[in-house]
């Protein structure tokens, strides 16, 4: 039956591409998996951002297209106190909400959808905080945002007060993330009263320049343009985000015509793309990482010489070779080398599978078995785990440890590798969303993301106390030095194995104008036109 829906799906995507403009503009993206949700605020895959929080929603801040700057968003202005610890924002005044066959709001934008949004994911009384089951708000808990927020006010309808427990130096550029989404508390309300409030996760409604139309699972998603979007209707109609699993597939659907752009080509078939006379291929370095985290809360992987001796038993020009085919270049740090304070002078572990063995034997470790996750999708900073995983499988096996690879569903795969207590080793990584080091080095390795984006479940004091440091100071020389001692301290204790830093392509029909390749790994259709 799965099966069956999917094709039909598949069937009526391709039907809208052939009928052409005669009825609508219609843009078809070829996206690489299902989002887990609707809500941007309990996620962190860029598969969810795209599908939800960059079509549907806005904040108070946004990352100006293919740059790292900010501009005004759902805040036309903001005034920051001398001492760092107030932010005032005067809302943009107009701004309606989208209109949907389930909801019909009654009033435009104000401070109560700001303070909703923020107060759901902060305060544990709040009726929202637990609206679903397995609902839990990784970005917010992980960027220490529950101890960094004092108070958010209401000054009046249109103006916002947050006060901070501290000075953060990336705060504002936190609030044109994903989670920071404002959503409708009116639309909430309604959910609330109706007792069904896990519909906001399954029908959104936001302030974005498309509106949400319906979601055949693992199929298809389909968005309208919002006639009323404060900036302007988008130049198309309709948006149909037609999921594609395999690279491959997807690849011999944009040369067919069936879609306009797709993401994460195979590396090894870029040239192919590249060469068709009806594509343009978009090519970008990644700010980007790919990484094995370990456990370390669990043994033998709590011992740093055992985390140590496996990063020197991994060949990772192999891994290059076989997973990124030229595209990708080895990773030594947890941030990209295109990234303000990236330390080049810190060494890389080596490539030494006779040193790693003896390192685990003089660590008394024998006969080790562990499992290695394997993600199920393509990511910029993975295009096919499976394959890696096979590699270090390899690699393992030279000395002596035994692997065994698994894997699951994407939305399980990020859920499970959450756990404090999981089984083995995991394959992810990470595509900055805000261009500020904090990003990498707080999010996914600071004390308050263990539990959620710190897949190594890793808390050490020397590191903890330097990144907190440098979120206290806006210098950015002086947050540089603090950033470049984190990541030594990082690269002695192991908690990942770093593996590649990657190019992005973005493959497109050459029809296809005003898409931009944004360095925050976003795919965003707001400005997209298709040629007639």
């Given amino acids: 039956m799965k099966l069956m829906k999917t094709l039909l799906a598949a069937t009526a995507v391709t039907a809208v591409m052939a009928s052409g403009a005669a009825f609508a503009k219609t843009l078809v993206y070829c996206s690489e998996a299902s989002p887990e949700g609707f809500d941007p605020g309990p996620y962190t895959t860029g ?82 905080y637990s609206y679903a089951d397995g609902i839990s708000w990784e970005y917010f808990n992980g960027m220490s945002f529950p101890d960094l927020l004092s108070s958010i006010e209401k000054v009046d309808d249109m103006t916002v007060k ?62 309208s343009a919002f006639p009323d979007y404060w900036a302007g209707k988008q130049p198309i109609d309709d948006l149909i985000f037609a999921i594609t699993t395999d690279a491959s597939v997807r690849a011999q659907k944009l040369k067919a015509g069936e879609c306009h752009i797709m993401p994460y080509p195979n590396p090894a078939e870029v040239a192919d793309l590249q060469a068709d006379p009806n594509l343009t291929v978009g090519e970008a370095e990644g700010l980007n990482v790919g990484y094995l985290a370990y456990n370390t809360q669990m043994a033998p992987f709590d011992q740093v010489e055992v985390r140590k001796a496996l990063n020197m038993a991994i060949d990772k020009q192999a891994i290059l070779d076989a997973v990124f085919a030229g595209a990708g270049a080895a990773a030594k740090n947890p941030i990209p080398p295109t990234m303000w304070s990236y330390n080049d002078a810190v060494k890389d572990d080596p490539y030494d599978p006779e040193a790693a063995r003896q390192m685990l034997a003089d660590a008394g470790v024998e006969d080790l078995s562990m499992k290695i996750w394997a993600m199920p999708v393509s990511r910029p900073y993975n295009p096919n785990a499976q394959r890696m995983a096979e590699v270090m499988q390899a690699n393992f096996a030279d000395i ?39 990003n990498f080095l707080g999010v996914l390795l600071g004390c308050d993301a263990v539990g959620g984006n710190n897949r190594a479940q890793w808390c050490n004091e020397e590191f903890e106390d330097l990144i907190q440091k440098a979120r206290l100071t806006s210098d950015q020389a002086e947050r540089t030095d603090l950033y470049e001692q984190a990541q030594v301290v990082f690269k002695e204790q192991a908690p990942w194995a770093t593996i590649a830093h990657s190019k992005v392509f973005m493959p497109m029909r050459n029809e296809v104008t005003g898409f931009v390749m944004d360095p925050l790994g976003y795919h965003r259709f707001d400005g997209v036109d298709i040629a007639e």
């Avoid at 949907?100 to 109560?112: E, G, I, K």
């Avoid at 569903?409 to 080091?437: F, K, M």
């Fill in 47 to 128: 598969t969810t951002f795209d599908a939800a929080s960059r079509t549907i929603y806005n904040r108070l801040v946004e990352f100006k297209h293919g740059e790292t700057e900010l501009e005004p968003g759902l805040a036309e202005s903001w005034e920051v106190s001398d001492d760092g610890l107030e932010y005032t924002f005067k809302l943009r005044p107009g701004v309606k909400f989208q209109t949907t066959d389930y909801f019909t709001p009654s009033r435009d934008l104000n401070a109560d959808d700001v303070i909703f949004s923020f107060e759901r994911q902060w305060k544990e009384d709040n009726d929202w």
């Fill in 162 to 223: 947050f006060t901070l427990s501290r000075p953060d130096a990336a705060f504002l550029a936190d609030l044109g993330m994903d989670f920071a989404s404002i959503v409708s508390k009116e639309y909430a309300d309604q959910l609330m009263e109706a007792g069904t409030p896990e519909v906001l996760n399954q029908k959104p409604i936001g302030t974005g320049p498309f509106t949400f139309v319906d979601y055949q699972q693992d199929a298809v998603i389909r968005y």
């Fill in 400 to 438: 002596g440890v035994d692997v065994e690879i698994v894997t699951m569903e994407w939305a399980e795969y990020i859920a499970q590798s959450s756990a404090v207590d999981r089984d083995g080793a995991v394959l992810l990584g990470w595509t900055g969303d805000n261009g500020d080091p904090d």
